[in-house]
């Protein structure tokens, strides 16, 4: 018997060094800062003559905490210009916009508000870019259709 386990003795090292090497590259796999986006269901924009207020869901599927730093919000227009919105912290009807830090902590969500207030009016405008930023200077950009539903 004894020398069965003498045997396996050498095996079971390898099979615990294999299991060990795994757990790392799954641990340091999921230690990447990393952020999902999703629109808001329902009515997830207000779009006014010269103000934007778009609702999305941030989710945080890793097992560091992060936070979005800054938002930045922009169009194009006709002749091919691209104008930024002003994207400072905000509070309109008790909804607080643009809320910077926004922590969000390992393996959960939180809903946000990405604001933007221009200088011209933005009724014949449908489609923004949304570019956000978050604590590890990581950029998400994504496209705002608003010809897709809302208010």
Sequence with gaps: MS???KSLV???AYIGA???IINLVVNLRDRRPMLKFRQKRGAWFVKKDRMLLAYYEVYNPSSRPNAIRDYLL???TAEGLEIDLNTEECTLDEQKGNLRPLCIPPYSGSQFIVAGLSDLSLSSV???QVTIIDLFE???EFKL???RGGS
Excluded: E, G
């Design 145 to 147: 259709d608003l010809t």
């Design 138 to 140: 990581k950029k998400y």
């Design 74 to 76: 922009s169009y194009r």
């Design 10 to 12: 050498p095996y079971v």
């Design 3 to 5: 020398d069965l386990l």
């Design 18 to 20: 294999l299991i060990s």
């Design 126 to 128: 449908a489609k923004f």
